[in-house]
């Protein structure tokens, strides 16, 4: 699908964003999904994957539709994210290129579910939200899925973990066999591939449709567009190394990762101690101080936000500079997703690990899978030196 193919106000919409060119997965994949095939795809962090389903769902779903303005008054879009922060993110990019008049609706738990339910009366073009609460919705007889035409799910590899692996399936289950299937991550490895291919077989929903299955080529991002350090540290010197760090470089716009809530709040909580300015982010977070966080460290207001792997999967933060991993989960896949935080959208940016002697055994297993080269640093009289050169 060409982008003169697009309606006007699409191609408007592109303009206003600078748009011009589409990227490599949005060029293989955007036709695809127009024609109605179930695409299930995997492109590096950064590509632009969000736009490839969403541009040719809503071209097809909305301005193709014999009567938009009616078709705009029925649910026929729903996108299962893992985090709330995705699905906000994704609601943002519905709200800018759908129809004026097309209403959309976030469903999350940790909001009252009678305003969600109040939120379905106003009769959304799409609703977002996490597996279980769109479930409960649809149990409810809420969410009318006869209505629906297409279900994507953002981050599908995260959707079918075993934390969440049994309220997607059930999801997918409730679905009609008619409804048109999306699936995309930067990691989306054979399994889910296959488990996905199983699920829409045993529905139904692959009976008549093809399913296309798109893994396009690495373009290299996390070696050619982000630069990786390495700092060696005891684990209780953490903190004060990342302390260290931070003064040192004076990031733009840091996204430090900790791998629990637990660790996130103690760092967050020492880094205000020694004054500075930052947030903490994780699944326990309330709701208000999650969404403060986040548009404080958006807007450049707050330079280091503090999280857990919540904010690993999607999420489109412009100008990161800095991704500080505190320590490393033995899932590689954890590994991709949080240094592609930075150097998106072909900008550069720096991935840190810092580590102890346990982190730094599995980053040199990362550095030989990912064919990486690590750059081992230092700290010394208050700069950021290699660690050769102490």
């Given at each position: 699908?060409?982008?003169?193919?697009?309606?006007?106000?699409?191609?408007?919409?592109?303009?206003?964003?600078?748009?011009?060119?589409?990227?490599?997965?949005?060029?293989?994949?955007?036709?695809?999904?127009?024609?109605?095939?179930?695409?299930?795809?995997?492109?590096?962090?950064?590509?632009?994957?969000?736009?490839?389903?969403?541009?040719?769902?809503?071209?097809?779903?909305?301005?193709?539709?014999?009567?938009?303005?009616?078709?705009?008054?029925?649910?026929?879009?729903?996108?299962?994210?893992?985090?709330?922060?995705?699905?906000?993110?994704?609601?943002?990019?519905?709200?800018?290129?759908?129809?004026?008049?097309?209403?959309?609706?976030?469903?999350?738990?940790?909001?009252?579910?009678?305003?969600?339910?109040?939120?379905?009366?106003?009769?959304?073009?799409?609703?977002?939200?996490?597996?279980?609460?769109?479930?409960?919705?649809?149990?409810?007889?809420?969410?009318?899925?006869?209505q629906v035409e297409a279900v994507v799910f953002d981050e599908a590899d995260r959707l079918l973990s075993k934390e969440m692996s049994d309220e997607s399936t059930v999801l997918l289950e409730s679905l009609p066999?008619?409804?048109?299937?999306?699936?995309?991550?930067?990691?989306?490895?054979?399994?889910?591939?296959?488990?996905?291919?199983?699920?829409?077989?045993?529905?139904?929903?692959?009976?008549?449709?093809?399913?296309?299955?798109?893994?396009?080529?690495?373009?290299?991002?996390?070696?050619?567009?982000?630069?990786?350090?390495?700092?060696?540290?005891?684990?209780?010197?953490?903190?004060?190394?990342?302390?260290?760090?931070?003064?040192?470089?004076?990031?733009?716009?840091?996204?430090?990762?900790?791998?629990?809530?637990?660790?996130?709040?103690?760092?967050?909580?020492?880094?205000?101690f020694k004054h500075v300015d930052c947030f903490a982010l994780h699944a326990r977070t309330d709701k208000i101080k999650r969404k403060q966080a986040l548009d404080k460290f958006k807007s450049g207001s707050c330079?280091?936000?503090?999280?857990?792997?919540?904010?690993?999967?999607?999420?489109?933060?412009?100008?990161?500079?800095?991704?500080?991993?505190?320590?490393?989960?033995?899932?590689?896949?954890?590994?991709?997703?949080?240094?592609?935080?930075?150097?998106?959208?072909?900008?550069?940016?720096?991935?840190?690990?810092?580590?102890d002697e346990s982190d730094l055994h599995l980053l040199a297993q990362f550095e030989k899978k990912f064919g990486l080269i690590i750059y081992p640093k230092d700290l010394y009289e208050g700069k950021v030196v290699?660690?050769?050169?102490?």
């Open positions: 699908m060409e982008r003169s193919s697009f309606d006007i106000r699409i191609a408007e919409k592109l303009n206003e964003k600078a748009i011009t060119v589409p990227t490599p997965v949005q060029k293989d994949v955007i036709p695809l999904i127009y024609e109605g095939v179930n695409c299930l795809f995997e492109s590096e962090t950064g590509t632009g994957k969000t736009l490839a389903y969403l541009l040719p769902l809503i071209q097809r779903l909305c301005f193709d539709a014999d009567d938009t303005d009616e078709t705009l008054r029925q649910t026929k879009l729903l996108i299962a994210a893992p985090t709330k922060e995705l699905a906000s993110q994704i609601k943002a990019e519905l709200n800018y290129f759908i129809p004026e008049g097309g209403k959309t609706l976030l469903c999350f738990g940790g909001s009252p579910l009678k305003r969600q339910i109040e939120g379905l009366k106003e009769k959304p073009f799409a609703v977002i939200g996490s597996p279980n609460r769109l479930l409960e919705l649809i149990r409810l007889k809420k969410i009318k899925t006869a066999a008619h409804v048109q299937f999306c699936a995309c991550s930067a990691t989306l490895p054979l399994h889910i591939q296959s488990r996905l291919t199983e699920l829409l077989e045993e529905t139904g929903i692959a009976e008549g449709k093809r399913t296309q299955i798109r893994i396009l080529p690495k373009e290299n991002i996390l070696t050619e567009q982000i630069t990786h350090w390495a700092f060696y540290t005891e684990n209780r010197d953490k903190n004060d190394t990342l302390r260290r760090f931070l003064a040192a470089e004076n990031p733009e716009k840091a996204l430090i990762f900790c791998i629990n809530a637990e660790q996130t709040e103690h760092t967050a909580e020492y880094l205000s330079k280091v936000l503090v999280t857990s792997d919540l904010a690993a999967r999607g999420l489109d933060i412009k100008g990161i500079t800095h991704v500080i991993q505190m320590g490393l989960s033995e899932n590689p896949d954890f590994f991709v997703h949080r240094a592609g935080r930075t150097g998106r959208s072909g900008n550069t940016g720096i991935n840190v690990v810092i580590g290699s660690a050769d050169d102490c």
